[in-house]
């Protein structure tokens, strides 16, 4: 597939963070140990750009905190938190889907939802590596969540989620896999995409109910999804 294809980025800042967020759940990052920008580049063979973004994001999560010094010390997080907070942001999404269902979603934004759907398998389907098919998921797949969200038809949803999204790994989009098993992770994400297809399906045909119920459990098994594939 050809980089330049509308709706496939080429950046890898976002596979950068879903690396770091995994290797923070999985305690490969504990708490108190540093990480700098020189390190991550190193690490995961990229350049110190996509690095320096991550680690930008990590910071504003909460995740890092920056030292006196060069670099960034790893804080301690609570999972408990992280699932407490998911669990929130299934109720708003689920409800987002669930309004556009009821209310009806323009010709406009069933063509965008369908769009994103299709290119997602493309980019699955592609043969590509691994790292760079699970990048331009997550690019996708936020546009997905974002066009939902954005044009359900109740603005307080939004509202409500943009104070959620600040915290770890509850922006919209947000992807955790495994890089040592990226097979494994596609088998993953082609789970979540047949999700959005289901999603939309239930979008069209107005099923209020099943858009909301599709959607929750969509964003609620994402952690799951994830530790059942790593373990």
Request: hydrophobic share 40%; proline share 2%; glycine share 6%.
């Amino acid at each position: 597939m050809d980089g330049n294809e509308p709706g496939v980025t080429e950046t890898s800042d976002q596979r950068v963070l879903a690396v770091l967020h995994r290797m923070i759940i999985d305690n490969k990052l504990k708490a108190g140990d540093k990480i700098s920008e020189v390190q991550v580049a190193a690490m995961l063979n990229v350049s110190r750009t996509p690095a320096r973004l991550a680690l930008k994001t990590l910071e504003v999560e909460g995740l890092i905190k920056k030292r006196s010094g060069r670099g960034f010390t790893v804080q301690a997080i609570q999972m408990e938190d992280i699932a407490d907070g998911f669990e929130v942001r299934g109720v708003l999404e689920g409800l987002g889907a669930r309004v556009m269902a009821k209310r009806g979603a323009s010709d406009e934004v069933i063509a965008q939802l369908t769009q994103y759907v299709n290119a997602i398998d493309v980019i699955l389907d592609s043969d590509r590596p691994g790292d760079e098919r699970i990048a331009n998921y997550q690019e996708m797949n936020t546009r997905f969540h974002e066009v939902i969200m954005d044009n359900c038809g109740n603005t307080y949803v939004r509202f409500v989620f943009t104070r959620l999204e600040k915290l770890p790994m509850l922006k919209l989009g947000t992807v955790v896999f495994n890089n040592e098993r990226q097979q494994q992770e596609i088998m993953r994400l082609r789970l979540g995409n047949l999700q959005h297809r289901l999603i939309l399906d239930a979008i069209i045909k107005r099923d209020a109910q099943r858009a909301e119920t599709m959607m929750r459990e969509h964003v609620n098994q994402t952690l799951l999804y994830s530790e059942i594939l790593s373990s």
